[in-house]
């Protein structure tokens, strides 16, 4: 699976993107920033007020409910500010 | 009708665009052009940057532009948001909607542009006149009080 991430979360991580092989259990988007936060520092620092992090899934704004399986591509990326 | 979605780093026309969204076209009554501009915020300012989440980026404004569709009786639709450095006085987004009335012209284009300001991925960056790159810009509250009057 494809990991992006955009603007002060893609600085935070120090990466533009990844490809990850997830464990069973990884589930929802929620699981995976669990895991995520688990794997460094990096992560944990981008992900500290997880609350505020959007995610898509194959292009698509997901709710961190969302089931992953499937997916080809998921972001992680701050609120927007275009316009 | 289809909807012009153009995502790019060079600037844009105004009046170009009306022109090619207008073209031949004789059911048209009304057209309104927003343009979004980068300030200077007080002459603090250098430039913006702005990053953009390419694929995505287009996907998620046609889903806008097609609800705008479903909501108003449009007879044209033009959407184009640049991408990169863009200095103060420069355009950075365009909205054209057509109708044959303006009230569907001038509601569509704020739908359209409260929609892009919260849900299209774009990301803006402030470098400041003393050279150095200044913070991501914050999101505001009242760009999600203003999409939330829609729904």
């Known amino acids: ?83 | 009708m289809i909807a012009t979605i153009r995502i790019q780093a060079e600037g844009f026309d105004v009046a170009a665009e009306t022109a090619m969204l207008t073209a031949g076209r004789e059911d048209i009554g009304a057209v309104v052009a927003f343009t979004g501009m980068c300030r200077d915020e007080g002459g603090r300012l250098a430039a913006l940057e702005l990053e953009h989440y390419p694929g995505m980026a287009e996907a998620e404004i046609a889903r806008i532009a097609a609800s705008a569709q479903e909501r108003w009786p449009l007879a044209g639709l033009t959407v184009i948001h640049r991408f990169g450095r863009i200095c103060p006085g420069q355009e950075i987004v365009l909205v054209l909607t057509a109708s044959a009335h303006r009230q569907a012209a001038f509601e569509a284009a704020s739908f359209l542009m409260d929609y892009l300001k919260t849900q299209a991925p774009f990301w803006k960056r402030e470098h400041l006149k003393d050279g150095t790159v200044g913070a991501w810009v914050a999101a505001k509250a009242h760009d999600d009080e203003a999409v939330a009057r829609w729904s």
């Open chain 1, 1 to 83: 699976m494809k990991l992006v991430y955009f603007a002060w979360v893609r600085e935070r991580i120090g990466r533009m993107d990844e490809d990850v092989d997830l464990p069973d259990g990884v589930a929802t988007v929620a699981d995976l920033v669990r895991w995520l936060k688990a794997r460094g520092e990096e992560y944990e620092y981008a992900f500290e007020n997880e609350g505020v992090i959007r995610t898509a899934i194959d292009h698509v704004h997901v709710k961190p409910d969302a089931v992953i399986a499937g997916a080809r591509e998921i972001a992680f990326f701050p609120p927007m500010t275009g316009g």
